[in-house]
């Protein structure tokens, strides 16, 4: 095995006949890599092909701390997986797979629409599962960057589950930190977690909808869901409330919060189905004081342990309202320019594409060439910022503007 320099690495390597040599490709660290592979059971013909045509991607590395779920307002985040689309898309799942969903429920104690919710979120309901190599992400950054330890034994699970013939290498892709399937598990998540929920002898959650759902729903179990007890419930806060109070490790019997004056949405008394009034409940503002407001249970923790980010979790919780028959919040954003939907999206790509911008697919994703043509236009707009975002208000600029010819993109 030889060690090669970082800047080898970043400028990328081509493709090497051999396991060992492809191995190599990672240095040190693609030694340790093989061994411990070995060391759990690996069969070192079966390792060779699986990374024959493995080599370096440092492009995830600038992914670890770029995360919408951080990174995105969210206004935007949850116009982007709550729009109308999904909501349509979601109830049409329920209604085709509605014998195994309540198969589900019964036997894992997960209502169907939380569970649809997952599923919706995760991958668009297995449309959109991460197109990059696992094997690639994996091992670049297990010998790259931070919290390679992690992403070591993420890869060594990923192994074992191809040795043990739950998944095939064959491949293999998901997302730029190594979250693959239909609703996205980690590999060590997997490997604890997945069921064989179509009887097949296999956990197989790329291909699979019921090992998908049935794993989905067992996840949310072991976390602690407790079956019958909402997630939360959007409440409306008094005026000169202390936002100091809110957070989600912050909490208080639902009792308390009464007491604080706390009232329901729609300034009913606050009263909550299936939750008593000595159950601990948190409060989350995540938009401060001035934007929708939340009370949430022990369930919204289970949803959150899936993905630790509190815009992740809200997304899932008010979809699977949504799924419900539930019309969306009551309270707005405190924002002049909320976000778009998928169908707003491709309208304004279409406006842009009129006004003779290329710009690609109109498929109401946002890449680099929808936001250089924004830019363009909010600066024909004068705009004092043009940051090519895809907000309500370049929305409607477009609308109510005559066609023209786009000025030179900048």
């Not at 409330?241 to 706390?262: E, H, I, M, N, S």
Request: glycine residues 10%.
């Amino acid at each position: 095995m030889r060690i090669l320099p970082l800047l080898a690495l970043a400028c990328g390597l081509a493709a090497v006949p051999s396991a060992k040599a492809a191995l190599a490709d990672f240095g040190r660290c693609g030694t340790g890599l093989r061994e411990a592979a070995l060391a759990q059971g690996g069969q070192p013909e079966r390792l060779d092909r699986v990374f024959a045509d493995v080599v370096p991607d440092m492009s995830v590395l600038s992914l670890l701390d770029a995360q919408p779920e951080f990174k995105t307002p969210i206004w935007d985040y949850l116009a982007a997986l709550v729009d109308t689309q999904r909501v349509d898309d979601g109830r049409a799942r329920l209604a085709a797979h509605r014998p195994l969903l309540d198969g589900i429920a019964a036997q894992y104690g997960v209502d169907p629409f939380t569970v649809v919710a997952v599923w919706g979120v995760e991958s668009d309901y297995g449309r959109i599962t991460g197109k990059r190599p696992l094997l690639q992400s994996l091992a670049t950054l297990a010998c790259n960057g931070r919290r390679q330890a992690f992403f070591r034994s993420e890869l060594l699970a990923l192994l074992k589950l191809i040795d043990n013939g739950d998944l095939a290498a064959e491949g293999l892709v998901g997302s730029w930190a190594g979250a693959f399937g239909q609703t996205q598990f980690m590999p060590s998540t997997y490997a604890r977690i997945a069921v064989d929920g179509d009887g097949d002898g296999r956990r197989d959650l790329v291909a699979s909808v019921p090992d998908a759902l049935a794993s989905t729903a067992n996840y949310l179990k072991r976390s602690g869901w407790r079956s019958g007890q909402p997630w939360g419930v959007e409440v409306r806060i008094p005026a000169g409330f202390d936002a100091a109070q809110a957070g989600r490790g912050k909490r208080r019997p639902l009792a308390a919060w009464r007491t604080a004056g706390v009232t329901r949405a729609d300034g009913g008394a606050l009263q909550v189905a299936a939750i008593s009034d000595d159950s601990p409940a948190a409060l989350l503002l995540p938009a401060g004081a001035a934007g929708p407001a939340f009370l949430v249970f022990r369930n919204y923790d289970a949803i959150y342990s899936y993905n630790a980010a509190e815009s992740y979790a809200l997304a899932i919780a008010t979809l699977a309202d949504r799924l419900r028959g539930g019309n969306g919040l009551v309270a707005a954003w405190p924002t002049d320019d909320p976000g778009l939907g998928r169908a707003e999206r491709r309208e304004l790509q279409a406006l842009l594409s009129a006004r003779g911008h290329d710009i690609g697919a109109i498929d109401g994703l946002i890449g680099d060439a929808t936001r250089r043509a924004l830019r363009t236009e909010q600066q024909r707009l004068g705009w004092p910022s043009a940051d090519g975002r895809a907000g309500t208000r370049i929305l409607q600029a477009l609308r109510d503007a005559a066609p023209a010819s786009p000025a030179p993109e900048r």
